[in-house]
Protein backbone atom coordinates (compact mmCIF):
# COMPACT_ATOMS: atom_id res chain seq x y z
CA UNK A 1 0.00 0.00 0.00
CA UNK A 2 3.21 2.42 0.77
CA UNK A 3 3.04 2.87 -3.31
CA UNK A 4 -0.61 4.23 -3.99
CA UNK A 5 0.81 7.25 -2.87
CA UNK A 6 2.54 7.89 -6.10
CA UNK A 7 6.02 7.42 -5.00
CA UNK A 8 8.02 4.47 -3.62
CA UNK A 9 8.26 4.65 -0.16
CA UNK A 10 11.89 4.87 1.03
CA UNK A 11 13.07 1.45 0.63
CA UNK A 12 17.15 0.06 1.15
CA UNK A 13 19.30 -0.22 -1.95
CA UNK A 14 18.99 -3.68 -2.23
CA UNK A 15 15.12 -3.51 -3.08
CA UNK A 16 15.91 -1.03 -5.66
CA UNK A 17 13.20 -2.69 -8.16
CA UNK A 18 10.68 -1.41 -5.45
CA UNK A 19 11.64 2.33 -6.85
CA UNK A 20 10.34 1.28 -9.79
CA UNK A 21 6.28 1.70 -9.81
CA UNK A 22 4.66 -0.55 -11.84
CA UNK A 23 4.50 1.42 -15.13
CA UNK A 24 6.45 4.38 -13.74
CA UNK A 25 9.69 5.20 -12.56
CA UNK A 26 9.76 8.08 -9.91
CA UNK A 27 12.81 9.26 -8.85
CA UNK A 28 12.57 10.62 -4.89
CA UNK A 29 15.24 11.49 -2.54
CA UNK A 30 16.18 13.45 0.70
CA UNK A 31 17.98 15.60 -1.54
CA UNK A 32 14.93 17.35 -2.93
CA UNK A 33 12.25 16.21 -0.27
CA UNK A 34 8.39 16.84 -1.14
CA UNK A 35 8.63 16.30 -4.69
CA UNK A 36 9.07 13.82 -7.51
CA UNK A 37 9.62 13.33 -11.17
CA UNK A 38 8.37 10.37 -12.80
CA UNK A 39 8.56 8.85 -16.32
CA UNK A 40 6.63 6.27 -17.99
CA UNK A 41 8.57 3.24 -18.13
CA UNK A 42 8.21 0.82 -21.42
CA UNK A 43 10.57 -2.04 -20.42
CA UNK A 44 13.09 -2.10 -18.07
CA UNK A 45 16.00 -3.15 -19.72
CA UNK A 46 18.91 -3.90 -17.03
CA UNK A 47 18.96 -3.81 -13.38
CA UNK A 48 21.78 -4.87 -11.47
CA UNK A 49 23.59 -4.07 -8.13
CA UNK A 50 27.67 -3.16 -8.76
CA UNK A 51 30.67 -2.76 -5.79
CA UNK A 52 29.20 1.34 -5.44
CA UNK A 53 25.58 1.54 -6.54
CA UNK A 54 22.12 0.24 -8.26
CA UNK A 55 22.41 0.31 -11.28
CA UNK A 56 19.21 0.32 -13.78
CA UNK A 57 18.70 1.14 -17.56
CA UNK A 58 14.77 1.88 -18.93
CA UNK A 59 13.72 2.42 -21.95
CA UNK A 60 11.36 5.72 -21.00
CA UNK A 61 7.94 6.68 -23.09
CA UNK A 62 9.24 9.99 -24.41
CA UNK A 63 12.43 10.63 -23.37
CA UNK A 64 14.52 7.46 -24.86
CA UNK A 65 16.33 5.50 -22.70
CA UNK A 66 17.27 5.88 -18.88
CA UNK A 67 20.23 5.46 -17.12
CA UNK A 68 19.47 5.53 -13.23
CA UNK A 69 22.23 5.36 -10.32
CA UNK A 70 21.27 5.00 -6.77
CA UNK A 71 17.39 5.79 -7.73
CA UNK A 72 18.52 8.53 -9.20
CA UNK A 73 18.58 9.77 -13.41
CA UNK A 74 21.69 9.78 -14.11
CA UNK A 75 21.05 11.05 -18.25
CA UNK A 76 18.00 10.19 -20.62
CA UNK A 77 18.37 9.73 -24.70
CA UNK A 78 16.30 12.90 -25.01
CA UNK A 79 18.20 15.63 -22.68
CA UNK A 80 21.72 14.45 -22.32
CA UNK A 81 23.09 16.53 -24.77
CA UNK A 82 22.57 19.60 -22.36
CA UNK A 83 24.61 18.53 -19.23
CA UNK A 84 27.53 16.59 -21.26
CA UNK A 85 27.71 19.78 -23.88
CA UNK A 86 27.86 22.20 -20.99
CA UNK A 87 30.15 20.97 -18.31
CA UNK A 88 32.84 19.99 -21.31
CA UNK A 89 32.47 23.07 -23.05
CA UNK A 90 32.45 25.88 -20.68
CA UNK A 91 35.95 25.01 -19.51
CA UNK A 92 37.07 23.53 -23.06
CA UNK A 93 35.98 26.30 -24.89
CA UNK A 94 37.51 29.11 -22.26
CA UNK A 95 41.34 27.69 -22.85
CA UNK A 96 43.12 28.47 -25.78
CA UNK A 97 43.93 24.73 -27.32
CA UNK A 98 43.42 21.90 -24.59
CA UNK A 99 45.98 19.23 -24.29
CA UNK A 100 45.77 17.34 -21.84
CA UNK A 101 42.29 16.58 -20.15
CA UNK A 102 41.04 14.46 -16.75
CA UNK A 103 37.75 13.08 -16.59
CA UNK A 104 36.38 12.20 -13.27
CA UNK A 105 33.74 10.13 -13.41
CA UNK A 106 31.38 10.18 -16.61
CA UNK A 107 31.90 6.47 -17.24
CA UNK A 108 28.85 6.56 -19.33
CA UNK A 109 31.52 8.18 -21.93
CA UNK A 110 29.37 11.48 -23.02
CA UNK A 111 31.92 13.73 -21.32
CA UNK A 112 34.31 12.25 -23.53
CA UNK A 113 32.17 11.99 -26.80
CA UNK A 114 32.54 16.42 -26.20
CA UNK A 115 35.71 16.65 -25.08
CA UNK A 116 36.83 14.47 -28.38
CA UNK A 117 35.17 17.87 -30.51
CA UNK A 118 38.36 19.57 -29.67
CA UNK A 119 41.00 18.71 -32.43
CA UNK A 120 43.76 20.77 -30.07
CA UNK A 121 43.12 17.44 -27.34
CA UNK A 122 45.75 15.21 -27.54
CA UNK A 123 45.33 12.97 -24.46
CA UNK A 124 41.92 12.47 -22.55
CA UNK A 125 42.46 10.43 -19.30
CA UNK A 126 39.53 9.03 -17.43
CA UNK A 127 39.05 7.74 -14.16
CA UNK A 128 36.07 6.14 -13.50
CA UNK A 129 35.33 4.01 -10.22
CA UNK A 130 32.48 1.51 -11.52
CA UNK A 131 33.17 -0.61 -14.41
CA UNK A 132 29.40 -1.28 -14.28
CA UNK A 133 28.20 2.15 -15.49
CA UNK A 134 30.96 1.94 -18.57
CA UNK A 135 29.70 -2.17 -19.57
CA UNK A 136 26.08 -0.81 -19.34
CA UNK A 137 26.32 2.52 -21.04
CA UNK A 138 28.65 0.74 -24.06
CA UNK A 139 25.94 -1.69 -24.20
CA UNK A 140 22.34 0.38 -24.19
CA UNK A 141 23.84 4.25 -25.05
CA UNK A 142 25.99 3.65 -27.98
CA UNK A 143 25.57 7.43 -29.03
CA UNK A 144 27.09 8.45 -25.48
CA UNK A 145 29.47 5.53 -25.06
CA UNK A 146 30.73 6.69 -28.47
CA UNK A 147 33.52 8.78 -26.37
CA UNK A 148 35.30 5.45 -26.31
CA UNK A 149 36.37 4.87 -29.29
CA UNK A 150 38.39 7.75 -29.53
CA UNK A 151 42.28 6.54 -29.72
CA UNK A 152 43.68 9.70 -27.77
CA UNK A 153 41.28 8.15 -24.50
CA UNK A 154 42.86 6.20 -21.77
CA UNK A 155 40.41 4.13 -19.42
CA UNK A 156 41.40 3.99 -15.47
CA UNK A 157 38.88 2.34 -13.49
CA UNK A 158 39.23 3.28 -10.20
CA UNK A 159 39.12 5.68 -7.31
CA UNK A 160 39.36 9.24 -8.68
CA UNK A 161 40.79 10.57 -5.23
CA UNK A 162 43.38 8.11 -5.06
CA UNK A 163 44.07 8.59 -9.20
CA UNK A 164 44.30 12.33 -8.61
CA UNK A 165 46.83 12.48 -5.60
CA UNK A 166 49.69 10.17 -8.08
CA UNK A 167 49.39 12.67 -10.76
CA UNK A 168 52.57 14.54 -11.39
CA UNK A 169 52.24 18.24 -10.41
CA UNK A 170 50.55 20.23 -13.43
CA UNK A 171 49.71 17.46 -15.97
CA UNK A 172 46.38 18.84 -17.22
CA UNK A 173 44.94 21.59 -19.21
CA UNK A 174 41.38 20.89 -17.44
CA UNK A 175 39.70 18.38 -15.18
CA UNK A 176 36.13 17.44 -15.87
CA UNK A 177 34.48 16.13 -12.63
CA UNK A 178 31.34 14.37 -13.67
CA UNK A 179 29.82 13.44 -10.58
CA UNK A 180 26.71 11.87 -9.05
CA UNK A 181 25.17 13.99 -5.83
CA UNK A 182 27.24 14.20 -2.78
CA UNK A 183 25.08 11.55 -0.80
CA UNK A 184 27.15 8.48 -1.84
CA UNK A 185 29.90 7.34 -4.11
CA UNK A 186 30.95 10.62 -5.17
CA UNK A 187 30.81 12.37 -1.46
CA UNK A 188 34.86 12.77 -1.46
CA UNK A 189 34.14 14.63 -4.81
CA UNK A 190 32.91 17.43 -3.06
CA UNK A 191 35.47 18.10 -0.23
CA UNK A 192 38.27 20.41 0.00
CA UNK A 193 40.98 17.77 -0.40
CA UNK A 194 39.61 16.39 -3.32
CA UNK A 195 39.99 20.03 -4.86
CA UNK A 196 43.25 20.66 -3.48
CA UNK A 197 44.42 17.69 -5.86
CA UNK A 198 42.61 18.75 -8.62
CA UNK A 199 44.57 22.21 -8.25
CA UNK A 200 48.01 20.61 -8.03
CA UNK A 201 46.79 18.33 -11.14
CA UNK A 202 46.50 21.11 -13.50
CA UNK A 203 48.65 23.30 -14.61
CA UNK A 204 49.32 27.08 -14.02
CA UNK A 205 46.28 28.79 -15.22
CA UNK A 206 44.57 25.29 -15.82
CA UNK A 207 40.69 24.99 -15.38
CA UNK A 208 38.43 22.43 -13.26
CA UNK A 209 34.58 22.10 -13.61
CA UNK A 210 32.56 20.29 -11.49
CA UNK A 211 28.78 19.28 -11.45
CA UNK A 212 27.59 21.28 -8.42
CA UNK A 213 23.89 20.88 -8.29
CA UNK A 214 20.87 23.71 -8.01
CA UNK A 215 20.31 27.00 -7.23
CA UNK A 216 16.94 26.31 -6.39
CA UNK A 217 17.45 23.57 -4.06
CA UNK A 218 20.95 23.44 -2.47
CA UNK A 219 22.05 27.09 -2.00
CA UNK A 220 23.89 25.87 1.06
CA UNK A 221 25.66 23.21 -0.53
CA UNK A 222 26.67 25.60 -3.66
CA UNK A 223 27.68 28.06 -0.46
CA UNK A 224 29.88 25.71 0.57
CA UNK A 225 31.38 24.45 -2.90
CA UNK A 226 32.23 27.96 -3.52
CA UNK A 227 33.74 29.00 -0.20
CA UNK A 228 36.52 25.94 -0.47
CA UNK A 229 36.70 26.43 -4.25
CA UNK A 230 37.96 30.45 -3.63
CA UNK A 231 39.98 29.00 -1.07
CA UNK A 232 41.58 26.42 -2.99
CA UNK A 233 41.64 27.99 -6.40
CA UNK A 234 43.99 31.43 -7.19
CA UNK A 235 42.77 32.29 -10.51
CA UNK A 236 38.62 32.70 -11.61
CA UNK A 237 36.14 30.93 -9.65
CA UNK A 238 32.77 30.95 -10.96
CA UNK A 239 29.24 29.52 -10.96
CA UNK A 240 27.24 28.83 -13.98
CA UNK A 241 24.14 26.87 -14.75
CA UNK A 242 21.89 25.32 -17.37
CA UNK A 243 18.79 23.98 -17.99
CA UNK A 244 17.81 19.71 -17.99
CA UNK A 245 14.49 19.07 -17.91
CA UNK A 246 15.32 15.67 -16.04
CA UNK A 247 17.24 16.82 -12.88
CA UNK A 248 15.62 17.71 -10.13
CA UNK A 249 14.31 21.27 -10.31
CA UNK A 250 14.75 21.19 -14.05
CA UNK A 251 18.59 22.79 -13.71
CA UNK A 252 22.35 21.70 -12.74
CA UNK A 253 25.00 23.90 -11.69
CA UNK A 254 28.71 24.05 -12.54
CA UNK A 255 31.78 25.38 -10.36
CA UNK A 256 34.59 26.32 -13.00
CA UNK A 257 37.76 27.63 -11.42
CA UNK A 258 41.67 27.97 -12.56
CA UNK A 259 44.69 28.05 -10.76
CA UNK A 260 47.25 30.59 -10.67
CA UNK A 261 48.77 31.41 -14.43
CA UNK A 262 47.89 33.05 -17.12
CA UNK A 263 44.13 34.62 -16.44
CA UNK A 264 41.03 32.98 -17.71
CA UNK A 265 37.52 34.46 -18.37
CA UNK A 266 35.22 31.69 -18.31
CA UNK A 267 32.45 34.39 -18.97
CA UNK A 268 33.92 35.06 -22.75
CA UNK A 269 35.05 32.16 -24.77
CA UNK A 270 38.46 32.35 -26.60
CA UNK A 271 37.75 28.63 -28.14
CA UNK A 272 34.63 29.24 -29.98
CA UNK A 273 34.36 24.92 -30.93
CA UNK A 274 30.72 25.88 -32.73
CA UNK A 275 33.51 28.26 -35.36
CA UNK A 276 34.86 24.42 -35.99
CA UNK A 277 32.81 22.39 -38.01
CA UNK A 278 35.14 19.30 -38.35
CA UNK A 279 33.93 17.67 -35.43
CA UNK A 280 30.20 17.42 -36.89
CA UNK A 281 31.23 15.11 -39.60
CA UNK A 282 32.22 11.90 -36.83
CA UNK A 283 30.09 13.41 -33.45
CA UNK A 284 26.92 15.07 -34.88
CA UNK A 285 26.25 18.85 -34.58
CA UNK A 286 26.47 20.05 -31.31
CA UNK A 287 22.52 19.94 -29.71
CA UNK A 288 22.78 22.33 -26.75
CA UNK A 289 26.24 24.04 -26.58
CA UNK A 290 26.90 27.47 -28.76
CA UNK A 291 29.15 30.00 -27.77
CA UNK A 292 26.12 32.62 -26.72
CA UNK A 293 24.45 30.50 -24.40
CA UNK A 294 28.60 29.72 -22.54
CA UNK A 295 28.31 33.49 -21.71
CA UNK A 296 24.82 33.34 -20.09
CA UNK A 297 25.33 30.32 -18.24
CA UNK A 298 27.33 32.48 -15.49
CA UNK A 299 24.16 35.13 -15.00
CA UNK A 300 22.48 33.92 -12.37
CA UNK A 301 18.80 34.50 -10.29
CA UNK A 302 19.22 37.50 -7.82
CA UNK A 303 18.99 35.52 -4.93
CA UNK A 304 21.76 33.09 -5.82
CA UNK A 305 23.63 35.63 -7.39
CA UNK A 306 23.70 37.29 -3.90
CA UNK A 307 24.68 34.55 -2.13
CA UNK A 308 27.75 33.35 -4.57
CA UNK A 309 29.22 36.62 -5.05
CA UNK A 310 29.11 37.90 -1.47
CA UNK A 311 31.31 35.05 -1.02
CA UNK A 312 33.82 36.73 -3.46
CA UNK A 313 35.02 39.59 -0.73
CA UNK B 1 -6.51 0.11 -8.73
CA UNK B 2 -5.66 3.28 -11.31
CA UNK B 3 -3.72 5.02 -9.42
CA UNK B 4 -1.18 2.76 -8.18
CA UNK B 5 0.89 3.58 -11.59
CA UNK B 6 2.09 6.65 -9.57
CA UNK B 7 -0.15 9.34 -11.11
CA UNK B 8 -4.05 9.30 -11.50
CA UNK B 9 -5.43 8.15 -14.42
CA UNK B 10 -7.59 10.54 -16.79
CA UNK B 11 -10.35 11.58 -15.12
CA UNK B 12 -13.31 14.13 -16.55
CA UNK B 13 -12.93 17.68 -14.89
CA UNK B 14 -15.50 17.29 -12.75
CA UNK B 15 -13.66 14.29 -10.64
CA UNK B 16 -10.77 16.77 -10.44
CA UNK B 17 -10.32 15.83 -6.90
CA UNK B 18 -9.08 12.13 -8.50
CA UNK B 19 -6.22 13.97 -10.08
CA UNK B 20 -5.02 14.46 -5.87
CA UNK B 21 -3.58 10.57 -5.14
CA UNK B 22 -3.28 10.62 -1.59
CA UNK B 23 -0.62 12.81 -0.26
CA UNK B 24 0.87 13.85 -3.26
CA UNK B 25 -0.30 15.54 -6.53
CA UNK B 26 0.62 15.01 -9.67
CA UNK B 27 0.25 16.85 -12.88
CA UNK B 28 -0.07 14.45 -15.65
CA UNK B 29 -1.48 16.01 -19.25
CA UNK B 30 -1.48 15.32 -23.03
CA UNK B 31 1.25 18.41 -23.53
CA UNK B 32 3.26 16.32 -21.91
CA UNK B 33 3.09 12.72 -22.29
CA UNK B 34 5.27 10.04 -20.36
CA UNK B 35 5.87 12.64 -17.59
CA UNK B 36 4.73 14.30 -14.33
CA UNK B 37 6.38 16.16 -11.63
CA UNK B 38 4.78 15.13 -8.27
CA UNK B 39 4.64 17.49 -4.89
CA UNK B 40 3.66 16.40 -1.66
CA UNK B 41 0.28 17.36 -0.29
CA UNK B 42 -0.04 18.77 3.48
CA UNK B 43 -3.57 19.72 3.11
CA UNK B 44 -6.00 21.44 0.50
CA UNK B 45 -7.08 24.12 1.05
CA UNK B 46 -9.49 24.58 -1.68
CA UNK B 47 -10.95 22.69 -4.14
CA UNK B 48 -13.88 24.89 -7.17
CA UNK B 49 -15.03 24.76 -10.13
CA UNK B 50 -15.67 27.89 -12.01
CA UNK B 51 -17.13 28.75 -15.36
CA UNK B 52 -14.01 28.26 -17.00
CA UNK B 53 -12.19 25.16 -15.32
CA UNK B 54 -11.63 23.58 -11.89
CA UNK B 55 -9.67 25.15 -9.40
CA UNK B 56 -7.20 23.52 -6.37
CA UNK B 57 -5.06 25.12 -4.07
CA UNK B 58 -2.85 23.09 -1.57
CA UNK B 59 -0.63 23.25 0.66
CA UNK B 60 2.44 21.72 -0.62
CA UNK B 61 5.37 19.79 2.20
CA UNK B 62 8.45 21.91 0.43
CA UNK B 63 6.90 24.61 -2.40
CA UNK B 64 4.46 26.61 -0.07
CA UNK B 65 1.10 26.88 -1.14
CA UNK B 66 0.23 25.67 -4.49
CA UNK B 67 -2.50 27.06 -7.15
CA UNK B 68 -3.44 24.40 -9.94
CA UNK B 69 -5.89 25.22 -12.73
CA UNK B 70 -7.30 22.29 -14.81
CA UNK B 71 -5.11 20.04 -12.87
CA UNK B 72 -1.61 22.28 -14.50
CA UNK B 73 0.55 23.96 -11.33
CA UNK B 74 0.40 27.68 -12.45
CA UNK B 75 2.30 28.83 -9.34
CA UNK B 76 3.97 27.94 -6.29
CA UNK B 77 5.32 30.31 -3.55
CA UNK B 78 8.49 28.86 -4.30
CA UNK B 79 9.04 30.01 -7.43
CA UNK B 80 7.01 31.98 -8.43
CA UNK B 81 9.35 35.06 -8.86
CA UNK B 82 11.02 33.73 -11.98
CA UNK B 83 8.22 33.42 -14.26
CA UNK B 84 6.29 36.90 -12.81
CA UNK B 85 9.87 38.51 -13.11
CA UNK B 86 10.53 37.84 -16.13
CA UNK B 87 7.41 37.63 -17.89
CA UNK B 88 6.90 41.33 -16.71
CA UNK B 89 10.42 43.07 -16.59
CA UNK B 90 11.65 41.43 -19.89
CA UNK B 91 8.69 44.04 -21.65
CA UNK B 92 8.87 46.85 -19.67
CA UNK B 93 12.79 46.99 -19.18
CA UNK B 94 13.26 47.23 -23.00
CA UNK B 95 11.49 50.23 -23.52
CA UNK B 96 11.64 53.89 -22.51
CA UNK B 97 9.55 55.22 -19.55
CA UNK B 98 6.47 52.70 -19.99
CA UNK B 99 3.02 54.35 -18.91
CA UNK B 100 0.15 52.10 -20.10
CA UNK B 101 0.19 48.35 -19.94
CA UNK B 102 -2.13 46.07 -20.69
CA UNK B 103 -2.27 42.42 -18.64
CA UNK B 104 -4.51 40.09 -20.13
CA UNK B 105 -4.69 36.90 -17.76
CA UNK B 106 -2.82 36.54 -14.72
CA UNK B 107 -5.51 36.52 -12.68
CA UNK B 108 -3.25 35.47 -9.67
CA UNK B 109 -2.18 39.48 -9.34
CA UNK B 110 1.80 38.56 -9.91
CA UNK B 111 2.54 40.43 -12.44
CA UNK B 112 0.27 43.04 -11.66
CA UNK B 113 2.72 42.88 -8.73
CA UNK B 114 5.96 43.23 -10.91
CA UNK B 115 4.60 46.06 -13.10
CA UNK B 116 3.67 48.54 -10.14
CA UNK B 117 7.12 48.53 -9.10
CA UNK B 118 8.00 50.59 -12.29
CA UNK B 119 7.15 54.38 -11.12
CA UNK B 120 7.05 55.53 -15.10
CA UNK B 121 3.20 53.41 -15.06
CA UNK B 122 0.78 55.67 -14.67
CA UNK B 123 -2.13 53.08 -15.96
CA UNK B 124 -2.52 49.11 -15.63
CA UNK B 125 -5.70 47.73 -17.02
CA UNK B 126 -5.94 43.61 -16.57
CA UNK B 127 -8.37 41.79 -18.24
CA UNK B 128 -8.78 38.69 -16.73
CA UNK B 129 -11.77 35.92 -17.37
CA UNK B 130 -12.08 33.55 -14.41
CA UNK B 131 -13.20 35.63 -11.11
CA UNK B 132 -12.45 32.24 -9.00
CA UNK B 133 -8.78 32.98 -10.00
CA UNK B 134 -8.60 36.55 -8.33
CA UNK B 135 -10.89 35.43 -5.45
CA UNK B 136 -8.64 32.68 -4.61
CA UNK B 137 -5.58 34.26 -5.27
CA UNK B 138 -6.80 37.19 -2.82
CA UNK B 139 -7.60 34.51 0.01
CA UNK B 140 -4.67 32.16 -0.34
CA UNK B 141 -1.66 34.12 -1.81
CA UNK B 142 -1.65 37.74 -0.43
CA UNK B 143 1.87 38.28 -0.83
CA UNK B 144 0.95 37.72 -5.10
CA UNK B 145 -2.54 39.12 -5.41
CA UNK B 146 -0.98 42.27 -3.45
CA UNK B 147 -0.20 43.82 -7.24
CA UNK B 148 -4.29 44.50 -7.18
CA UNK B 149 -3.32 47.12 -4.28
CA UNK B 150 -1.71 49.68 -6.35
CA UNK B 151 -4.47 52.37 -6.92
CA UNK B 152 -3.02 52.21 -10.82
CA UNK B 153 -4.56 48.93 -11.74
CA UNK B 154 -8.38 49.03 -12.83
CA UNK B 155 -9.80 45.17 -12.76
CA UNK B 156 -11.73 44.37 -16.14
CA UNK B 157 -13.09 40.84 -15.18
CA UNK B 158 -14.13 38.87 -18.85
CA UNK B 159 -12.67 37.90 -21.85
CA UNK B 160 -9.20 39.33 -23.50
CA UNK B 161 -10.17 38.67 -26.79
CA UNK B 162 -13.18 41.23 -27.04
CA UNK B 163 -11.50 43.24 -24.30
CA UNK B 164 -8.55 44.14 -26.64
CA UNK B 165 -10.76 44.39 -29.43
CA UNK B 166 -12.56 47.23 -28.01
CA UNK B 167 -9.53 49.03 -27.15
CA UNK B 168 -8.69 52.01 -29.38
CA UNK B 169 -5.65 52.10 -31.35
CA UNK B 170 -2.44 52.36 -29.85
CA UNK B 171 -3.56 52.85 -26.47
CA UNK B 172 -0.57 51.05 -24.95
CA UNK B 173 2.80 50.62 -24.33
CA UNK B 174 2.99 47.34 -23.56
CA UNK B 175 0.65 44.33 -23.35
CA UNK B 176 1.47 41.23 -21.02
CA UNK B 177 -0.07 37.82 -21.98
CA UNK B 178 -0.09 35.16 -18.66
CA UNK B 179 -1.74 32.89 -19.93
CA UNK B 180 -2.03 28.92 -19.15
CA UNK B 181 -1.64 26.72 -22.28
CA UNK B 182 -2.56 26.29 -25.13
CA UNK B 183 -5.68 23.48 -24.44
CA UNK B 184 -7.98 24.87 -22.54
CA UNK B 185 -9.64 28.54 -22.01
CA UNK B 186 -6.56 30.14 -23.58
CA UNK B 187 -6.27 28.42 -27.00
CA UNK B 188 -7.30 32.05 -28.87
CA UNK B 189 -4.49 33.21 -27.05
CA UNK B 190 -2.34 31.83 -29.02
CA UNK B 191 -3.85 32.92 -32.68
CA UNK B 192 -3.49 35.05 -34.96
CA UNK B 193 -6.69 37.23 -34.60
CA UNK B 194 -5.74 37.70 -31.03
CA UNK B 195 -1.89 38.82 -32.00
CA UNK B 196 -3.61 41.39 -34.19
CA UNK B 197 -5.87 42.79 -31.77
CA UNK B 198 -2.71 43.12 -29.57
CA UNK B 199 -0.45 44.54 -32.32
CA UNK B 200 -3.17 46.95 -32.96
CA UNK B 201 -3.75 48.27 -29.42
CA UNK B 202 -0.35 48.72 -28.72
CA UNK B 203 1.37 52.24 -30.09
CA UNK B 204 3.97 52.26 -32.50
CA UNK B 205 7.47 51.07 -31.02
CA UNK B 206 4.90 49.01 -27.97
CA UNK B 207 6.15 45.75 -26.68
CA UNK B 208 3.90 42.68 -26.18
CA UNK B 209 5.13 39.55 -24.06
CA UNK B 210 3.50 36.18 -24.18
CA UNK B 211 3.58 33.15 -22.51
CA UNK B 212 5.33 30.80 -24.95
CA UNK B 213 5.43 26.95 -23.87
CA UNK B 214 8.68 24.95 -23.65
CA UNK B 215 11.90 24.14 -26.07
CA UNK B 216 12.50 20.94 -24.62
CA UNK B 217 8.78 20.10 -25.29
CA UNK B 218 6.78 22.55 -27.59
CA UNK B 219 8.99 23.37 -30.82
CA UNK B 220 6.12 22.64 -33.19
CA UNK B 221 4.44 25.45 -31.03
CA UNK B 222 7.01 27.48 -30.63
CA UNK B 223 7.63 27.55 -34.39
CA UNK B 224 4.01 28.66 -35.43
CA UNK B 225 3.89 31.28 -33.09
CA UNK B 226 7.17 32.60 -33.98
CA UNK B 227 5.68 32.02 -37.73
CA UNK B 228 2.61 34.23 -36.83
CA UNK B 229 4.32 36.68 -34.53
CA UNK B 230 6.95 37.58 -37.57
CA UNK B 231 3.77 37.94 -39.81
CA UNK B 232 2.03 40.53 -37.52
CA UNK B 233 4.56 42.70 -35.35
CA UNK B 234 6.82 44.38 -37.92
CA UNK B 235 9.62 45.77 -35.35
CA UNK B 236 11.32 43.66 -33.39
CA UNK B 237 10.32 39.06 -32.96
CA UNK B 238 12.59 37.55 -30.35
CA UNK B 239 12.17 34.08 -28.03
CA UNK B 240 13.30 34.25 -24.45
CA UNK B 241 13.16 31.69 -21.99
CA UNK B 242 14.09 31.27 -18.33
CA UNK B 243 14.07 28.02 -16.02
CA UNK B 244 10.53 27.81 -13.35
CA UNK B 245 11.66 24.25 -11.79
CA UNK B 246 7.35 23.20 -11.44
CA UNK B 247 6.80 24.04 -14.97
CA UNK B 248 6.69 20.95 -16.82
CA UNK B 249 10.64 20.27 -18.31
CA UNK B 250 11.87 23.18 -15.84
CA UNK B 251 11.28 26.09 -18.13
CA UNK B 252 9.02 28.12 -19.94
CA UNK B 253 9.57 30.49 -22.66
CA UNK B 254 8.15 33.78 -24.00
CA UNK B 255 7.81 35.60 -27.26
CA UNK B 256 8.60 39.41 -27.10
CA UNK B 257 7.76 41.33 -29.91
CA UNK B 258 7.49 44.83 -31.16
CA UNK B 259 5.48 47.05 -33.66
CA UNK B 260 6.66 49.10 -35.98
CA UNK B 261 8.23 52.42 -34.82
CA UNK B 262 10.88 53.45 -32.44
CA UNK B 263 13.18 50.34 -32.15
CA UNK B 264 13.39 47.69 -29.51
CA UNK B 265 16.40 46.25 -28.54
CA UNK B 266 15.06 43.51 -26.40
CA UNK B 267 18.23 41.73 -25.57
CA UNK B 268 19.67 44.97 -24.20
CA UNK B 269 17.49 46.39 -21.41
CA UNK B 270 17.59 50.11 -21.64
CA UNK B 271 15.21 50.60 -18.79
CA UNK B 272 17.10 48.58 -15.69
CA UNK B 273 14.65 48.69 -12.79
CA UNK B 274 17.31 46.59 -10.82
CA UNK B 275 19.11 50.00 -10.77
CA UNK B 276 16.12 51.79 -8.96
CA UNK B 277 15.75 50.41 -5.30
CA UNK B 278 12.21 52.66 -4.42
CA UNK B 279 9.95 49.76 -5.13
CA UNK B 280 11.89 47.81 -2.95
CA UNK B 281 10.59 49.27 -0.03
CA UNK B 282 6.62 48.04 -0.99
CA UNK B 283 7.64 45.08 -3.06
CA UNK B 284 10.43 43.81 -1.62
CA UNK B 285 13.72 42.76 -3.44
CA UNK B 286 13.37 40.76 -6.73
CA UNK B 287 14.01 37.78 -6.24
CA UNK B 288 14.96 36.79 -9.85
CA UNK B 289 15.45 39.28 -12.31
CA UNK B 290 18.68 41.20 -13.33
CA UNK B 291 19.91 43.18 -16.32
CA UNK B 292 21.93 40.15 -16.86
CA UNK B 293 19.54 37.44 -16.66
CA UNK B 294 17.52 39.63 -19.20
CA UNK B 295 19.66 39.28 -21.80
CA UNK B 296 21.18 36.12 -21.23
CA UNK B 297 17.03 34.89 -21.45
CA UNK B 298 17.77 35.07 -24.89
CA UNK B 299 20.90 32.80 -25.59
CA UNK B 300 18.82 29.51 -26.84
CA UNK B 301 20.45 26.14 -26.95
CA UNK B 302 21.23 24.86 -30.54
CA UNK B 303 18.91 22.93 -31.13
CA UNK B 304 15.75 25.69 -30.35
CA UNK B 305 18.06 28.38 -32.00
CA UNK B 306 17.95 26.48 -35.38
CA UNK B 307 14.30 26.07 -35.51
CA UNK B 308 13.47 29.84 -34.30
CA UNK B 309 15.96 31.94 -35.95
CA UNK B 310 15.25 30.03 -39.50
CA UNK B 311 11.96 31.64 -39.73
CA UNK B 312 13.66 34.99 -39.93
CA UNK B 313 14.15 34.67 -43.01
Redesign the interface.
Known sequence: ME?????AAEVAPAECISTI????F?EISPM?????????VEKILFQGKSDYQNVIVFQ????GKVLVLDGVIQLTE??E??YQEMITHLPLCSIPNPKKVLVIGGGDGGVLREVSRHSSVEKIDICEIDKMVIDVSKQFFPEVAVGYDDPRVTLHIGDGVAFLKAVPEGTYDAVIVDSSDPIGPAQELFEKPFFRSVAKALRPGGVVCTQAESV?LHMHIIEDIVANCRQIFKGSVNYA?T???T?P???IGFMLCSTEGPAVDFKHPINPI?ADYSHVNTKG??????S??H???F?????A?RVIESKAY
Open positions: KSNGVIPGWSWPGEAHSLKSSTYRDCAWWSVPYSGVDPLRFYNEISAACLPSFK
